[in-house]
């Protein structure tokens, strides 16, 4: 799904197997947000709002903090993202 939803976005930067194991329990519509971000993102760091080459695993880290972290327990709940934990 992350290579499907990265869409002509390389990834041949990106360590597939790290990130398809630790995001093993979220939803197909947090995996597209997650690579959507990380696109922005990796734009906005080239500075022309253009996408100077693939993504790296950088890339997707940044994206999933913000997701994560600054999105709450709220987003991480409408995401699929930790959907098995059973203490909230």
């Known amino acids: 799904l992350l290579a499907l939803f990265a869409g002509p976005v390389s990834l041949d930067g990106v360590d597939l197997d790290r990130w398809v194991a630790q995001t093993e329990h979220a939803s197909p519509a947090f995996l597209e947000e997650l690579i959507r971000k990380a696109i922005l993102l990796a734009a906005e760091q080239n500075g022309t709002n253009e996408l ?3 993504l ?18 709220l987003t991480q709940r409408l995401l699929g993202y930790g959907t098995d934990d059973t203490s909230g």
């Open 52 to 54: 100077a080459s693939g």
């Open 56 to 73: 790296t695993d950088a890339d997707i880290e940044r994206a999933l903090a913000e997701l994560i972290q600054f999105g709450g327990k």
